[in-house]
């Protein structure tokens, strides 16, 4: 690996090396039309197709490597990235969320012993919190004027009331099959997660500034196509404004005249699901030969 602060050239992207949040990363970076050469230490894959490079890290590592400079952008859960911003080191590049990715979702939330009531923050003053997120747990304890210890652990949070080292925990949620087999109830969510583009700040003043622009837009165009129909139908000019507004929210639709016919061709990219009732309802307001398509790219 080159020096990290030395000017390059190529954009440098960190991912998650195995975990929840490796294949839907790798997976996001191959549909954007990135290639990569898997290098034998499995760190550092280099860009074949274009020059951008792949650095292969612990998710927790991702912030950091992108505030010193050793890596331009990273796929990293919310959860993570607000934690080490609120804890950034002084002199570091600040490092924001660029785009959000609609994956790896779960939430950071305060779980109580199954049997204690909840009411409210003021019942946590005094208590001990065990968690490994004490920046965003303090910050949270602090906007409700609560006093309360937290207790830092890296891992096994869940197990702290069991063992006695805390009275409650502040951990990721998702299904909460987690907390259930610890006896515990989720009480308050302090942060919604998913996975995120992050970046810093300030784009760099160089070609790895417009590699970072043309990457984040295919960022989107991925995204937008997960949801993304192509919707075209004939109809009569009249029929055409009821029509439309049936569709899900979407493109201005494309008129086109077909040959010999008073009817119109009518296309349309639209963003969310389209459903038989959606179908049947345009059928029944004057909409004919009916289809609906997946779309590959799209390029807005
Ligand atoms: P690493 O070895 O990279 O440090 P890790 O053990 O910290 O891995 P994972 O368990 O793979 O990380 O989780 C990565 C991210 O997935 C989390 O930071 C979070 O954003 C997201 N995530 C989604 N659901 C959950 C969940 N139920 N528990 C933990 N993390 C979850
Ligand atoms: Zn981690």
């Known amino acids: 690996m080159t020096t990290p602060n030395k000017a390059r050239d190529r954009l440098r992207i960190a991912i998650q090396k195995s975990g929840r949040m490796a294949d839907v990363s790798q997976d996001l970076l191959a ?40 890596c331009d952008l990273g796929i990293v859960g919310r959860n993570v990235l607000a934690e080490q911003s609120l804890a950034a080191v002084e002199g570091t590049l600040p490092v924001v969320e660029l785009c959000a990715l609609d994956n790896s979702r779960c939430r950071l939330s305060i779980a109580v012993p199954q049997d204690m009531d909840y009411n409210g923050p003021h019942q946590l003053q005094g208590l001990r919190i065990a968690t490994s997120y004490p920046a965003l747990l303090g910050a949270w304890l602090a906007e409700h004027k609560v006093e309360a210890k937290i207790v830092f652990l890296a891992g096994s949070v869940e197990i702290a009331p069991k063992l006695g080292t805390a009275d409650l925990i502040c951990d990721l949620v998702s299904s909460g099959a987690t907390l259930v087999a610890n006896q515990l109830r989720e009480a308050v969510v302090i942060l919604e997660s998913e996975a995120v583009v992050a970046g ?38 009249a029929n055409v404004d009821a029509i439309r507004k049936m569709l899900p929210n979407g493109q201005m639709p494309t008129l086109l005249p077909i040959e010999g016919s008073e009817q119109v061709a009518l296309q349309a990219v639209c963003y969310g699901a389209i459903t038989w009732q959606h179908l049947e309802d345009m059928k029944r307001a004057g909409a004919s030969q009916l289809l609906v398509l997946p779309v590959e790219k799209i390029l807005a």
Do not use: N, W, Y
Not at 49 to 67: E, N, T, W
Not at 205 to 231: F, N, T
């Open 200 to 237: 810093p700040q300030t784009v760099p003043p160089d070609e790895r500034g417009d590699l970072r622009e043309l990457l984040l837009r295919r960022i989107d165009g991925v995204i937008q196509v997960r949801e993304s129909k192509l919707v075209m139908l004939h109809a009569a000019r």
């Open 31 to 70: 549909r954007c039309g990135l290639k990569f050469r898997q290098s034998r230490d499995k760190l550092f894959c280099f860009g074949e197709s274009m020059p951008i490079d792949l650095l292969l890290v612990r998710d927790d590592d991702i912030p950091s490597l992108i505030a010193q400079g050793v």
